[in-house]
């Protein structure tokens, strides 16, 4: 399959330029960005088919709560659980691995 390319002229607020800018490949960043938000947007139609309804309530309540978890783990559990989420976000298949104490 040829990998199909599409120029596309945007335009962004200052802060996203000013982000961009930073990036080595700014077309790299925007496109895995997009991909990601892609992924999410399937989730929640998948989470609302079964009855799961997200909301921001929801969504801060899970935060805090995995916040105060985390900080009773260890630094190398954590990071190793930042790597596989990364992994999962960025569609790779993460190496099975025995769950930290």
Do not use: C
Not at 14 to 41: C, G, M, Q, W, Y
Not at 46 to 75: C, F, K, N, S
């Amino acid at each position: 399959m040829k990998d199909e390319r599409h120029r596309l002229t945007i335009s962004v607020p200052p802060d996203v330029a000013e982000r961009l800018a930073d990036e080595k490949n700014a077309s790299a960043f925007v496109t895995e960005r997009v991909r990601t938000h892609i992924r999410l947007e399937a989730l929640r139609r998948d989470l609302a088919a079964a009855g799961i309804h997200v909301t921001q309530r929801g969504v801060a309540e899970a935060r805090a709560r995995r916040y105060v978890m985390q900080a009773q783990w260890p630094q190398e559990r954590y990071a190793a659980l930042e790597q596989r989420v990364s992994a999962a976000a960025r569609g790779e298949q993460a190496e099975p691995q025995a769950p930290a104490a």
